[in-house]
């Protein structure tokens, strides 16, 4: 089985410098460089970039999810991206809609530098080259700290641990370790737009978060920044005070669509509380089940990028509950 490595930077590239700080450093070719060879796995690198992965943004992102169609179309079975931790539930969201369900991509990073004697990098990498060329395949996933998670469902949980991500309430994928791949489950949301070109670009999303006193001042800020939607991260269930749904009514009257997800990073927002939710939804905003903030602003982008203005609550519900086109 041929797998393509893409490298784009990343703790998984990085190494010490003088100073102590962690600077990316190396080409997919030191990478590999840590990986034994793999019975029956032919394995062929490539350098995207060299970043940490909080300087991408969603449209960098996009190039990845090219280079993955392109070597998926290209004759490789499978692709591992490796990535800086950082955004990689970002990068994870965008790749899990835009290829297969049950494509063979698997992103991984590293919390520990590749100097470092307790790294995680190197196992990382052979972790996900198993998963991605495992004999059943996984879905489209994150593998770091021997655990496998849907691609659109993962979240960084831990600022340094190696277990770092989590597939929040949809649990694991797999298990991985040199015994091999153990499946758990199979992916039930993802592939949405697997038949769709990539886009281009994507537009401006932004994403607000409401803490207690919070009013509508950084909604209004990011529509005057020119916005083409805006989540926010609201209170429990997808509460907010009459202030937030106020610039929620303006931003509706200006036909930017705002979606409403929870702080509190698990279970679904609904619209039930007088006075709160029920009158976010009054004002035009609409709900995006149990997807996290992050999650829900990359699925806005691409609804709006791909489906429009006019069909973003369908798709956004489409988004959220795993149905396909
Ligand atoms: N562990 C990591 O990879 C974090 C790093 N700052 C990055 O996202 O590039």
Do not use: W
């Not at 062929?44 to 970043?51: H, Q």
């Not at 926010?232 to 937030?244: D, I, L, T």
């Amino acid at each position: 089985m041929r797998i393509a490595v893409l490298a784009t930077g990343g703790t998984i590239a990085s190494r010490l410098a003088p100073d102590g700080t962690l600077a990316v450093t190396d080409s997919v070719a030191e990478l590999l460089g840590n990986v034994p060879d793999l019975a029956d796995v032919e394995i062929c690198g490539f350098d995207l970039s060299r970043r940490p992965s909080f300087t991408l943004t969603l449209d960098d992102m996009l190039g990845t999810v090219r280079a993955v169609r392109a070597k998926l179309a290209g004759g490789f079975a499978g692709v591992v991206v490796t990535h800086g931790t950082d955004t990689l539930e970002e990068a994870a969201y965008l790749t899990g809609q835009l290829t297969s369900r049950d494509a063979r991509v698997v992103l991984t990073g590293a919390q520990r530098g590749a100097d470092e004697p307790d790294s995680d990098a190197a196992r990382n990498l052979l972790d996900a080259i198993r998963v991605v060329s495992a004999p059943e395949p996984v879905g489209a996933a994150i593998v770091l700290g021997g655990v496998a998670c849907a691609a659109v469902e993962g979240r960084k949980v831990h600022t340094s641990a190696v277990s770092a991500f989590s597939g929040g309430p949809a649990g694991a994928l797999a298990l991985v370790d040199p015994d091999g791949v153990l499946r758990l489950s199979a992916p039930v949301r993802g592939g949405h737009y697997a038949g769709r070109p990539v886009p281009d670009r994507l537009p401006r999303v932004d994403l607000v978060k409401l803490v207690a006193g919070a009013d509508g001042t950084h909604l209004r800020a990011s529509l005057r920044a020119g916005a083409a939607g805006v989540v926010v991260e609201a209170f429990g269930a997808g509460n907010a005070p009459p202030s937030v749904a106020e610039a929620v009514r303006e931003a509706d009257k200006q036909g930017v669509p705002v979606v409403i997800t929870s702080r509190t990073g698990a279970g679904r927002v609904r619209p039930i509380y007088s006075g709160g939710g029920a009158d976010l939804a009054q004002a035009g905003a609409l709900f995006a089940g149990d997807l996290t903030g992050s999650q829900a602003r990359v699925a806005l982008a691409l609804a709006l990028a791909l489906d429009g203005p006019d069909a973003v609550p369908q798709a956004l519900s489409n988004l959220v509950e795993g149905r396909r086109p």
